[in-house]
């Protein structure tokens, strides 16, 4: 069946306590994934999807929460990081500086996709595909389309190549629709 966590902070797991360390906290935070996993007897290669939440001055940038939490991601997911790993930023509750959140499929394996014509990385599993952010960006050249209308179009265009390449097709249930004239 189907796996979804409710947010995973970065408490202590002995003492439940916060630390003001955001390298403390991304730390914990993987070991309580560890023990969540664990407990529910899911292995990490059953995730499809991993969410990281930073608060939007901790780290102060996406790359820098990346640098934050590979050391402790490695940890739970070793070599085999699912590629639908996300990083946001946005607030989070008083003295919270990390929260993560996982899907996955139980008795299914990850297959991880990073389909050559787009600048993008997916995982498959089960029927479930999940992907990083799919951005307006022209995979031929990897630059940016002119104009939102067509940073729109283009990030449509991308995902239908994504279901494609996984194996789905555009008119299947779930799959992106076409995007309206106005």
Do not use: M, W
């Not at 479930?128 to 939102?148: K, T, V």
């Not at 729109?152 to 994504?162: D, G, H, K, M, P």
């Amino acid at each position: 069946g189907y796996v979804f966590s409710s947010t995973i902070n970065g408490a202590d797991p002995d003492n439940g306590e916060l630390s003001a360390r955001s390298d403390v906290q991304a730390e914990n935070a993987f070991r309580n994934l560890q023990s969540l996993l664990d407990e529910a007897h899911i292995s990490p290669d059953e995730i499809g999807l991993l969410r990281i939440a930073v608060p939007p001055s901790e780290p102060s940038t996406a790359s820098d929460a990346s640098a934050l939490t590979r050391a402790a991601r490695n940890q739970v997911f070793g070599d085999h990081k699912p590629f639908a790993a996300t990083i946001h930023q946005y607030p989070l509750p008083d003295r919270q500086l990390i929260q993560l959140q996982v899907v996955g499929v139980r008795g299914e394996k990850r297959e991880d996709l990073r389909p050559p014509s787009l600048l993008t990385a997916a995982s498959r599993i089960g029927n479930l595909l999940f992907s990083a952010f799919i951005p307006g960006l022209d995979p031929a050249n990897g630059e940016l389309a002119r104009d939102r209308r067509s940073q729109i179009r283009r990030a449509f265009q991308n995902v239908e190549t994504l279901v494609r390449q996984a194996g789905g097709a555009p008119d299947e249930p779930g799959a992106p629709g076409e995007l309206p004239d106005d």
